[in-house]
């Protein structure tokens, strides 16, 4: 009797943990209302390689010839759509834009997320990309990126010293810690033992596609670039984690506190506002 009582327990618990990773790096698919032409703005619909056959939907909008150009990440659960607003304004003073939706985000993602374990690996391809558009400036690169937006950009712009500013609106150091984040802020669940074995299982899920480990913040790569962190009151988790990074960073780095950080569908004058800033950064920072 015990030892199926015990089978059942522990099917019980793998089919749990099975369903909190699937959903996880599975967000709701996220619709894209807007596109370029709500805004006027002219644009191909372009793609990012993302292993195998995987490819991530973007948007080239070309700027004038020989301006710099910026790379728009959403975060999770976002999409392209949620980026048109300050594409707009970036593309007003001109600067080369390139938008696209993370792995396993969007209206119809091909792949699922993973936190920031490959991230990263498709911020690369998008910076290689814009470099090859015959517009722009390849020396002179931006990237603003939301939570795993922000976690690829801060991991690329290390690699690529053409990258010379960042916004980073919420981001955070380690996938476990996001991980957590999620855990807490979308299932209620914020048992740090529970949120470790979640992730643990989560990071097995990995092995199969090569994104077993993570890697540290590459901080000393960092110290010369132009830096915007922004946190939101509505983000309370991510502001403590993004507060963490902030001080490990030197010297040329800024900080603002929003009453909400970048999420699906804001309007009005705190979208505004936010746009405001972003590209009045960009504007000081990449001319």
């Known amino acids: 009797m015990v030892l199926p009582a015990a089978a059942?327990?522990?099917?019980?618990?793998?089919?749990?943990?099975?369903?909190?990773?699937?959903?996880?790096?599975?967000?709701?698919?996220?619709?894209?209302?807007?596109?370029?032409?709500?805004?006027?703005?002219?644009?191909?619909?372009?793609?990012?390689?993302?292993?195998?056959?995987?490819?991530?939907?973007?948007?080239w909008i070309p700027g004038l010839k020989g301006a710099p150009g910026i790379i728009l990440a959403p975060g999770y659960g976002m999409s392209r759509s949620d980026a048109m607003s300050l594409a707009a304004a970036l593309h007003?003073?001109?600067?080369?834009?390139l938008v696209y939706s993370q792995r396993g985000c969007g209206p119809a993602p091909?792949?699922?997320?993973?936190?920031?374990?490959?991230?990263?690996?498709?911020?690369?391809?998008?910076?290689?990309?814009?470099?090859?558009?015959?517009?722009?400036?390849?020396?002179?690169?931006?990237?603003?990126?939301v939570d795993i937006g922000a976690l690829a950009a801060l991991r690329t712009a290390a690699s690529f010293p053409e990258v010379l500013a960042i916004v980073a609106d919420s981001p955070y150091e380690s996938e476990s810690d996001f991980f957590a984040c999620l855990l807490a802020d979308d299932f209620g669940l914020g048992s740090r033992i529970l949120s470790s074995i979640c992730y643990q299982a989560f990071r097995l899920t990995q092995v199969f596609n090569g994104s077993l480990s993570s890697r540290k913040l590459p901080v000393k790569e960092l110290s010369g670039r132009a830096i915007l962190f922004i946190k939101g009151e509505n983000r309370k988790n991510l502001a403590e984690?993004?507060?963490?990074?902030?001080?490990?960073?030197?010297?040329?780095?800024?900080?603002?506190s929003f009453k909400a950080a970048r999420v699906r569908a804001m309007s009005g004058e705190e979208l505004m506002a936010y746009d405001r800033q972003v590209a009045n950064f960009f504007s000081l920072n990449l001319r």
């Open 241 to 256: 984690l993004t507060n963490a990074i902030y001080d490990q960073i030197q010297p040329q780095k800024e900080m603002i």
């Open 110 to 145: 091909a792949s699922a997320s993973t936190l920031g374990l490959r991230e990263a690996g498709d911020m690369a391809q998008a910076v290689r990309l814009i470099q090859d558009r015959p517009e722009g400036d390849r020396a002179r690169l931006g990237i603003w990126g």
């Open 8 to 59: 059942i327990l522990i099917a019980g618990v793998v089919v749990l943990l099975g369903l909190l990773i699937y959903r996880v790096s599975h967000p709701e698919p996220s619709p894209e209302p807007v596109n370029p032409t709500h805004y006027s703005l002219p644009a191909l619909e372009v793609s990012i390689p993302a292993g195998g056959e995987n490819r991530l939907p973007a948007w």
């Open 92 to 97: 007003e003073k001109g600067y080369n834009i």
